[in-house]
């Protein structure tokens, strides 16, 4: 589990979220990209404008990361794993920059709420 992870809801859920509660996939992946200072962060979002696949870049709370919003087809959190390494891929090859793991699960924080 990852300490700084708090991803808006990909889907929608029975009492919390969970992969095995998943009721609709909201067809949407959150990646984070850490550590990578301030200016690679703020280049990095920059870049993300000319990215077809991304929704929406932002800042981490701390400013040195990288919150990514991807459009993926609606899917089982099977697929969603799947999904997640082909985004992951895709931002390596396209950022440079490694994600972190914590959104591989439809589920990624333990307290995290909808």
């Known amino acids: 589990m990852c300490a700084d992870c708090n991803p808006p809801p990909l ?8 992969n095995e509660r998943l009721l609709q996939h909201a067809g949407q ?25 991304c929704l929406a870049a932002f800042r981490s709370i701390r400013g040195e990361g990288v919150r990514f ?21 895709h931002v390596r090859k396209t950022y440079g920059c490694e994600v972190d793991e914590c959104g591989k699960d439809v589920f990624c924080h333990p307290e995290g709420g909808l």
């Open 11 to 18: 889907g929608e859920y029975i009492l919390y979220r969970a």
């Open 29 to 53: 992946i959150g990646v984070d990209v850490d550590d990578l200072g301030e200016a690679k962060a703020v280049s990095t979002i920059q870049n993300a404008v000319a990215d077809r696949f």
């Open 69 to 89: 919003l991807f459009r993926i087809p609606a899917c089982s959190p099977e697929n969603h794993a799947i999904a997640f390494e082909q985004v992951a891929d």
